[in-house]
């Protein structure tokens, strides 16, 4: 192995985020506070209000993940049928997001 085939190892990479998917490094974030109200659908969040991103749930969504009690490393495969929601739609981009980014 050396840099120039480190592209090789898809199913490494894929094995690495499986893990990460099931048991993420940090399970919640720290606290945030709203600066302004914030509405979608589904519910509004007011300035002020504390709230914690629990990225443990995020990985492990029934709605978003099929069979996320299961290691299945090809759910970061774009060919596979595991890489789709239950429903068959495109995963939410956040639904995987062990660092939030950071």
């Known amino acids: 192995m050396d840099f120039e085939n480190t592209g090789d190892l898809q ?3 894929s094995c690495f985020n499986e893990s990460l998917r099931m048991m993420p490094p940090v399970y ?3 606290s945030n506070r709203m600066m302004k109200e ?3 659908d589904y519910l509004t ?3 002020g ?3 914690v991103i629990d990225m443990f749930r ?3 969504n ?3 993940w099929i069979e996320p009690e299961r290691f299945i490393p090809e759910r970061f495969d774009s060919k596979s049928r595991y890489y789709l929601t239950p429903s068959g739609t495109n995963r939410n ?8 980014g950071g």
Do not use: Q, R
Request: no cysteine; glycine share 4%; charged share 10%.
């Open 28 to 30: 919640f974030s720290s």
């Open 49 to 51: 209000n504390m709230f």
């Open 45 to 47: 969040l007011a300035a």
């Open 62 to 64: 029934p709605d978003e």
């Open 38 to 40: 914030t509405k979608n």
């Open 93 to 100: 981009p956040y639904s995987f997001s062990p660092f939030l």
């Open 11 to 13: 199913f490494y990479a």
């Open 58 to 60: 995020l990985g492990n």
